[in-house]
């Protein structure tokens, strides 16, 4: 975080914000996240993953924040489960859509599952894809990358 700061990016770090579901951390860093908008006055909530896309939009709605961005990564817990859990899931991401100023995707291939799905409505929808800009070269559709490849702890 260090490096960020130096950047000059003000950083804050929600102490009781876990991966986990608890209830009583979550209530702690929803409260902790309250105090953060009624400080800064800030114009945009920008929320990523699910745990943090809906606490984030339940309190940007509850300060009466006008603008709530979700950005999507893909969509593994729902595509992941099947059955009761995958249609509690679904509700939960239809009903959160009513929060959301702007859902943002990072493929086309999230957005048509959104679209097929109904979540969230057209005008909400923006795909914003990972490129690479180099003056005086045409951008390309593909980008070849490395990476460790490791399974996830869930």
């Known amino acids: 975080m260090k490096k960020i700061e130096d950047l000059g990016v003000k950083v804050h770090v929600i102490r009781n914000f876990v991966r986990?579901?608890?209830?009583?951390?979550?209530?702690?860093?929803?409260?902790?996240?309250?105090?953060?908008?009624?400080?800064?006055?800030?114009?945009?909530?920008?929320?990523?993953?699910?745990?943090?896309?809906?606490?984030?939009?339940?309190?940007?709605?509850?300060?009466k924040m006008q603008k709530?961005?979700?950005?999507?990564?893909?969509?593994?817990?729902?595509t992941r489960y099947k059955g009761f859990r995958r249609k509690v899931a679904l509700s939960i991401e239809k009903h959160m859509f009513k929060m959301t100023h702007k859902l943002v995707f990072v493929c086309n291939k999230d957005k048509d599952f959104a679209i097929k799905q109904r979540i969230g409505r057209l005008i909400q929808h923006i795909v914003i894809t990972n490129r690479i800009a180099v003056p005086g070269i045409k951008p390309v559709n593909y980008v070849l990358s490395w990476a460790f490849l490791k399974l996830q702890k869930s």
């Open 20 to 63: 986990e579901i608890n209830s009583i951390e979550d209530l702690a860093a929803y409260i902790e996240i309250k105090e953060l908008l009624k400080k800064n006055k800030y114009d945009v909530v920008h929320c990523h993953s699910s745990k943090a896309g809906i606490l984030g939009r339940i309190v940007a709605k509850k300060a």
């Open 68 to 78: 709530a961005a979700y950005t999507i990564h893909g969509w593994w817990r729902i």
